[in-house]
């Protein structure tokens, strides 16, 4: 089965780098999520990786190493309007189901 | 904005009634997939479909139903209401099955009273 650990909240201050991470176990893998998610809205895509290593878009990088079922979303230069909730998600082993974790709630405060 | 659209946006019921919602997948996308998001957790797959076919359900009773149209678009139906049906109901599009990116819509907001 699939399984995703990511911390529950965590809090930072305008202007810092913070370092979500996320743990999985899945018995195929087919690539590795973050959504973002503001309160009462909808997931956002952010990122995908499927192979080892760094992806970079603007303030966002998210980071994959397979063989260790880990990942990290990384946000540099924080806004406030950072402050949401960042989900990882795996796909199922058929492909179909995006398994989430519960999700990281992130504060930014000035 | 992903152009998923899904309405309504918030509905109120009573238990043992019966709901339709309804999605409008991106322009391109022939998968849609459902998901049940209660407070302060992950969404839960509920199914897929894909070219008018369930694709892959989640662990969900029969009394969750649904339908994809010609056009790709997806309703679901959820009978004999609960008061744990109490969520946000979200619908993604992608462009394929398999793998590829899902992107949501607005959700809807169902209240079961």
């Known amino acids: 089965g699939q399984n995703i650990d990511q911390p529950t909240e965590m809090t930072a201050t305008e202007g810092a780098i913070v370092q979500i991470n996320c743990t999985y176990q899945?018995?195929?893998?087919?690539?590795l999520f973050w959504y973002q998610q503001h309160a009462g809205e909808a997931p956002t895509f952010l990122s995908y990786n499927v192979l080892d290593g760094l992806e970079e878009k603007g303030r966002f990088s998210s980071f994959l190493s397979r063989s260790k079922g880990y990942s990290y979303l990384l946000l540099k230069e924080l806004q406030m309007k950072d402050s949401a909730s960042y989900l990882c998600a795996v796909y199922n082993q058929a492909g179909t189901a995006l398994i989430f974790g519960k999700g990281t709630t992130l504060s930014v405060s000035s | 904005e992903t152009g998923v659209t899904q309405s309504p946006t918030h509905l109120i019921k009573t238990r043992g009634q019966q709901v339709t919602l309804r999605c409008s997948s991106q322009?391109?996308?022939?998968?849609v997939s459902w998901y049940q998001q209660a407070l302060g957790q992950g969404p839960q797959f509920i199914f897929q479909?894909?070219?008018?076919?369930?694709?892959g359900r989640g662990n969900f009773p029969p009394r969750f139903s649904g339908l994809q149209f010609p056009n790709y678009s997806s309703e679901l139906n959820v009978n004999a209401l609960e008061l744990d049906d109490s969520a946000l109901y979200l619908c993604?599009?992608?462009?394929?099955?398999?793998?590829?990116?899902?992107?949501f819509g607005p959700g809807t907001r169902l209240l079961v009273l």
């Open positions: 993604a599009s992608s462009r394929e099955q398999g793998g590829e990116t899902q992107y």
């Open positions: 899945t018995s195929g893998f087919n690539g």
């Open positions: 479909y894909y070219r008018e076919e369930e694709n």
């Open positions: 322009s391109g996308h022939n998968t």
